[in-house]
């Protein structure tokens, strides 16, 4: 499928402008929840960047147990109903049990499957079932082709409209790196492409740069995590940009989504 339709007005694909996918990493507390999406509607609505706003209830592969994890189902489903009630904006969440679907597809418009479970079968035929869009993310392990099997068991399941997203490979121990000449394989597997400009690398200095390198590579949607004050973040803080970083980079995002879509 060469376009994704994820809300009106939001269409990731194709011939569409470029989707900004963005939000804190986990869901937080509800000031900053909230500063956060303000902000974010604000700063789309000012580029004309079709926005879908992203945050977990739940992060369940954290590094140490005492990590936290968010709020849990019902209280983070409940805070991101709220945001999606005040500001209009498409959501995505993480789900990272068969079990947590159902509800979660009852809030947001796109299911996402973390790239450590994307081969997990059970999971991807409840979120296949669902009938919302799916963002799968590709495995750390994994090649581009080799998530077609991963594709396969979404549509088996029911899926009509699945993304695919790049977020780095594995190369040696704790280090990353983003191929960007397999974004064509991706698209290859019949998915319009995201490029998580955050968890492509492991070094924090290197999320503008993939960013519009990703959009230059002709991603479909750019996924970066953003937050009020990273520093303070209480998941990823390493892997977010500030919004007022966000808002200077949206520019440049734009200028070259503009050129690749005119070439």
């Keep these: 499928m060469s376009t994704v339709s994820v809300a009106e007005g939001v269409t990731v694909g194709r011939g569409q402008p470029l989707v900004l996918i963005a939000g804190p990493c986990v869901v937080e507390g509800d000031e900053v929840m909230f500063a956060a999406a303000a902000r974010l509607v604000a700063l789309a609505a000012a580029q004309r960047v079709p926005l879908i706003?992203?945050?977990?209830?739940?992060?369940?592969?954290?590094?140490i147990g005492e990590a936290y994890r968010g709020p849990g189902l019902e209280r983070g489903l409940a805070c991101?109903?709220?945001?999606?009630?005040?500001?209009?904006?498409?959501?995505?969440?993480?789900?990272?049990?068969p079990s947590d679907v159902a509800a979660a597809a009852q809030v947001v418009e796109v299911l996402q499957v973390p790239a450590l479970l994307c081969r997990q079968t059970t999971l991807l035929e409840a979120v296949g079932a669902a009938g919302r869009v799916v963002n799968l993310k590709k495995g750390q392990?994994?090649?581009?082709?080799?998530?077609?099997?991963?594709?396969?068991?979404?549509?088996?399941?029911?899926?009509?409209?699945?993304?695919v997203t790049e977020r780095g490979n594995s190369?040696?121990?704790?280090?990353?790196?983003?191929?960007?000449?397999?974004?064509p394989e991706l698209r290859a597997l019949g998915c319009p492409v995201v490029v998580d400009a955050g968890?492509?690398?492991?070094?924090?200095?290197?999320?503008?740069?993939?960013?519009?390198?990703?959009?230059a590579a002709g991603a479909d949607a750019l996924f970066i995590e953003c937050h009020p004050d990273p520093a303070n973040a209480r998941s990823d803080d390493r892997?977010?940009?500030?919004l007022d970083q966000l808002e200077a980079l949206l520019p440049r995002i734009v200028r070259i989504a503009e050129a690749v879509r005119l070439r």
């Excluded at 706003?53 to 590094?63: A, G, I, M, V």
């Excluded at 968890?199 to 959009?215: D, K, Q």
């Design 199 to 215: 968890h492509a690398s492991n070094a924090p200095g290197e999320i503008v740069p993939l960013a519009c390198a990703g959009v």
């Design 80 to 97: 991101l109903a709220a945001l999606k009630a005040r500001f209009g904006c498409p959501l995505l969440t993480d789900v990272h049990r």
């Design 239 to 242: 892997r977010m940009l500030s």
């Design 141 to 163: 392990f994994m090649s581009p082709v080799g998530l077609a099997g991963s594709v396969g068991k979404l549509r088996g399941a029911g899926a009509q409209q699945v993304l």
């Design 171 to 183: 190369f040696g121990y704790d280090r990353l790196v983003c191929d960007l000449a397999g974004l």
């Design 53 to 63: 706003f992203k945050s977990s209830y739940e992060k369940d592969n954290r590094t």
